[in-house]
């Protein structure tokens, strides 16, 4: 079970940190990735992190250099480090959790991750 939250209402510039913790699962042996949704648009893919500790990230091209996944295996948390928001970026954020490892260039599906959380909703003001 995935649960999402950290979301809220910032202004453009501004940075925020979303969580996501998983129960019930061995956190350390899971994938992990972020996706979101804008208002009128599907569902896409944002971040995700390789198992264990150290492992690959992955990121969009609209995020690359602004937000960072990073996860704390101790206290089955995943994170998401979002810098320098702009109101493009304003979303319901989804995390979802791939038992083992990534393949390949697959990250980006929605369709491998196996659970997925409720969304938190980020705002981004101009």
């Known amino acids: 079970q995935l649960q999402a939250s950290g979301g809220g209402l910032v202004q453009a510039g501004d940075s925020l940190r979303l969580s996501c913790t998983a129960a019930?699962?061995?956190?350390?042996?899971?994938?992990f990735g972020w996706f979101r949704r804008a208002p009128g648009k599907e569902r896409e893919f944002v971040a995700a992190?390789?198992?264990?500790?150290?492992?690959?990230?992955y990121y969009a091209d609209s995020v690359k250099g602004r937000f960072t996944i990073s996860r704390d295996n101790a206290e089955n948390v995943v994170y998401l480090q979002m810098t320098s928001l702009k109101p493009e970026d304003t979303a319901v954020y989804y995390c979802?959790?791939?038992?083992?490892?990534?393949?390949?260039?697959?990250?980006?599906?929605?369709?491998?991750?196996?659970?997925w959380g409720q969304g938190t909703e980020v705002t981004v003001s101009s």
């Open positions: 992190t390789m198992p264990w500790g150290g492992g690959a990230t």
């Open positions: 979802a959790a791939k038992r083992g490892a990534l393949h390949g260039a697959t990250y980006y599906l929605q369709r491998i991750y196996d659970y």
């Open positions: 019930g699962r061995t956190f350390s042996r899971d994938s």
